[in-house]
């Protein structure tokens, strides 16, 4: 009679202990791989799926949390794993969770022809600089209407201001030059817009949003405090 009672007792508290079979012990699992991150969610709301990659907008999402103390809205992504021939610039309102501006945006002319492969933060290089910017100030200059940009990343891009990074405007942006030549033409390192766009664009992000160049390199997501 006891052996019969202890071995009740022990059954019942091994099936309260380990509910295998029970609704809740087989769904643990997949409840945990249904749920979906608030990076993952905010990119299904805001239909990003056919527009950008989704490595990219984590990246900028992630930097976009960490980075934004002023609470801004705005975060512009420029994905340089795209080619030149591509709209690969793109102005997201993350709190009206709408995209504003899709464009195509010059990389440096040392970086590469069709494609970004090469990136520096060095005065004179001639090549692009990836990482998080803060956006500045607007000013004239040689060519024309350009937005100041400050690099946040020691070491990535901080020599941004000294090598006079900034976003302009430029002929050799434009689907004209992609029929004749396959890709845009190249800059000294800034992310040069269409003139269409230029002022639209930096009237929207000037003063204090964050921007974000995306390339998938190793050395820069090994560096890179931000990520």
């Known amino acids: 009679m006891r052996f019969?009672?202890?071995?009740?007792?022990?059954?019942?508290?091994?099936?309260?202990?380990?509910?295998?079979?029970?609704?809740?012990?087989?769904?643990?699992?997949?409840?945990?791989?249904?749920?979906?991150?608030?990076?993952?969610?905010?990119?299904?709301?805001?239909?990003?799926?056919?527009l950008i990659?989704?490595?990219?907008?984590?990246?900028?999402?992630?930097?976009?949390?960490?980075?934004?103390?002023?609470?801004?809205?705005?975060?512009?992504?420029?994905?340089?794993?795209?080619?030149?021939?591509?709209k690969r610039l793109y102005v997201l309102d993350m709190e009206k969770k709408e995209v504003l501006f899709v464009s195509y945006v010059s990389h440096g002319k040392n970086s590469g022809e069709k494609y970004a492969t090469s990136f520096s933060n060095r005065n004179g290089s001639h090549q692009s600089s990836l990482g998080f910017y803060r956006t500045a100030s607007t000013y004239n200059g040689g060519n024309g209407y350009s937005l100041q940009l400050d690099g946040l990343e020691e070491g990535i891009n901080d020599n941004a201001r000294a090598r006079a990074i900034v976003i302009h405007g430029a002929n050799y942006c434009s689907e004209q030059v992609i029929r004749s030549s396959g890709r845009l033409g190249r800059s000294f390192g800034c992310p040069a817009l269409p003139r269409e766009l230029t002022k639209p664009i930096i009237n929207t992000i000037k003063g204090g949003s964050l921007l974000f160049i995306y390339a998938n390199q190793p050395d820069y997501l090994k560096k890179s405090e931000v990520l």
């Open 4 to 50: 019969v009672l202890f071995t009740f007792i022990f059954i019942t508290f091994s099936a309260l202990s380990f509910p295998i079979g029970t609704k809740d012990g087989l769904n643990e699992k997949s409840k945990n791989e249904i749920t979906l991150s608030e990076t993952e969610q905010l990119y299904e709301q805001m239909n990003l799926k056919e």
């Open 53 to 86: 990659h989704f490595d990219a907008f984590k990246a900028a999402y992630t930097g976009y949390k960490k980075l934004n103390k002023d609470n801004n809205p705005l975060l512009t992504l420029i994905d340089f794993n795209l080619p030149s021939s591509e």
